[in-house]
């Protein structure tokens, strides 16, 4: 299986925003892709793969879970993050970021299954 097999999600929106550079995992990227599925409605990328040399990720004494691409950053609030935490859960997924304030169009809810973590996370940005 391969990110072109995704139902939902296209490699061109899971590329790196600043490089253009592929990199997420294609084992996460099923179950996230399962998720879309079960819960049914649309899951708008905010952030996927980020290249080591991301901006983001520059700053950063060492590349986060982005940069593993085993984390992915999805555009939902109110009821539907809720849904989107709980299917997550559901699923296995423990290391969940939430930002739900400021403008709807800047609250999302960040997935993760980064393996450089072996502590389960929930956090607030």
Request: proline content about 7%; charged content about 25%.
């Given at each position: 299986m391969s990110l072109d097999d995704l139902k939902y999600f296209s490699r061109e929106e899971l590329k790196c925003q600043h490089s253009g550079q592929e990199?997420?995992?294609?084992?996460?990227?099923?179950?996230?892709?399962?998720?879309?599925?079960?819960?049914?409605?649309?899951?708008?990328?905010?952030?996927?793969?980020?290249?080591?040399?991301?901006?983001?990720e520059v700053r950063k004494e060492k590349p986060g879970a982005h940069a593993s691409g085993q984390a992915i950053d999805i555009g939902?609030?109110?009821?539907?993050?809720?849904?989107?935490?709980?299917?997550a859960l559901a699923n296995g997924i423990t290391?969940?970021?939430?930002?739900?304030?400021?403008?709807?169009?800047?609250?999302?809810?960040?997935?993760?299954v980064c393996t450089n973590?072996?502590?389960p996370a929930i956090w607030s940005y």
């Open positions: 990199g997420m995992d294609v084992e996460f990227m099923q179950l996230v892709d399962k998720m879309r599925d079960e819960l049914g409605f649309p899951f708008p990328v905010n952030s996927a793969y980020r290249s080591p040399l991301h901006p983001i939902v609030s109110g009821e539907r993050a809720l849904k989107l935490i709980e299917c290391r969940i970021g939430i930002q739900q304030k400021g403008p709807i169009n800047g609250r999302f809810i960040h997935l993760d973590y072996t502590s």
